[in-house]
């Protein structure tokens, strides 16, 4: 089983980084995990000219396919984004947007293999679950249209720094769990 683990954000050792390990630690045990960071990779924003409606194809060439390529590869995929603004980060916006041409809402389309497993985690430094429960909507809806099962959530609030992380590691513990109990 090849879990795909993303970290969402545009920091690579910041507090999505740290859930990002700590999951990828827990799912090591039965299952080989691949970590990413969506700043790991070049891409430009969708140009909105709807070419890909047509051809199934981005006009532009960058990294996007080998983003794609790791989603591929993944049976699940656990998306860790934080909240910027209230929303996901720009970075990861920008990802989703360009994933047009795999998105199952217009013919012909291009697309990623079947029966794949979709988690959402959400963090933010203010206290309310809502802001946490849009984040986890935007995810569960970038994978409806990727035909990916969106499985399971959880919502982490307080937190800002990677040591507010490391102190929820029990709760993200027992977030795992649930993942490996569903393989
Ligand atoms: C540009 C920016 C905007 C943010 N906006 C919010 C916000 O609207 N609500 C909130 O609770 N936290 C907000 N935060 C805090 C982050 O969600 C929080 O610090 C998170 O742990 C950042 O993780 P990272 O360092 O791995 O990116 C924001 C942080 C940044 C950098």
Known sequence: M??????????????TAEIVRIISDHLSERCF??????????FQFCR???????????????????????????????????????????????????CTPWCNTHEPHAAIGSGKKGYAVAL?????MKECERIIQSI??????????CCGSLGLCSVEQKADAVSRKDEIAAFCETIRNSI
Do not use: M
């Open 33 to 42: 995990t691949k970590t990413i960071c969506i700043d790991d990779y070049a």
């Open 48 to 98: 909105g000219c709807r070419t890909c409606h047509k051809t199934a194809r981005c006009v532009q060439e960058d990294d996007i396919p080998a983003i794609i390529s790791e989603f591929e590869r993944a049976d699940i995929i656990v998306s860790v984004s934080p909240s910027y603004w209230a929303d996901i980060p720009g970075q990861f916006k920008a990802f989703i947007d360009r």
């Open 2 to 15: 090849n879990v795909l683990v993303i970290n969402c954000s545009p920091v690579r050792t910041g507090a």
């Open 140 to 149: 569960a809806h970038f994978y409806g249209h990727l035909e990916i099962q």
């Open 124 to 128: 933010r430094t203010g206290p309310g």
